[in-house]
């Protein structure tokens, strides 16, 4: 796959909202994404805790959780360290599951293509500025 193609495939959503498609990792055939079983299946996120939990429940992504409300009451979904990447990052993996639930995977994943992100951005910073404008610009209309 070239590395500068994005692909469609809803099964490039990882469990927690993340979109493989776009993701350097991927597309550069390091890693085979989030929902592979191979030795390159999400290289990067080894200790997931939400995959486990959304194959176990049965659930496509978080979006389909009926155990929480929001993903935001889910010790699995925001463990610490991902709190503070997130604060640095000015990114918020809630965001694409609040989208997928609202509008669906393929709005979801046409709006990730054409912003070219694994994972939303809430702000333009000095670490995302390249990702264009603000969510709020696109997701709120």
């Not at 979006?63 to 699995?76: F, G, L, N, Q, V």
Request: hydrophobic share 30%; aromatic share 12%.
């Amino acid at each position: 796959m070239n590395d500068k193609q994005i692909n469609k495939d809803e099964n490039l959503i990882a469990h927690c909202g993340l979109y493989c498609g776009a993701c350097p990792s991927f597309t550069s055939g390091k890693c085979d994404g989030c929902r592979g079983n191979s030795a390159k299946s999400a290289i990067v996120y080894k200790q997931c805790k939400v995959k486990p939990c959304c194959v176990e429940n049965g659930f496509f992504t978080c979006a389909d959780c009926t155990i929480y409300a929001s993903t935001k009451e889910c010790k699995k979904y925001h463990p610490l360290l991902l709190k503070v990447a997130s604060w640095v990052e000015s990114s918020d993996r809630s965001k694409a599951i609040e989208m997928i639930k609202t509008k669906g995977v393929t709005e979801f994943l046409t709006f990730m293509k054409d912003k070219n992100w694994v994972i939303f951005k809430t702000k333009d910073t000095f670490f995302n500025k390249r990702y264009g404008k603000k969510l709020n610009e696109k997701y709120n209309q």
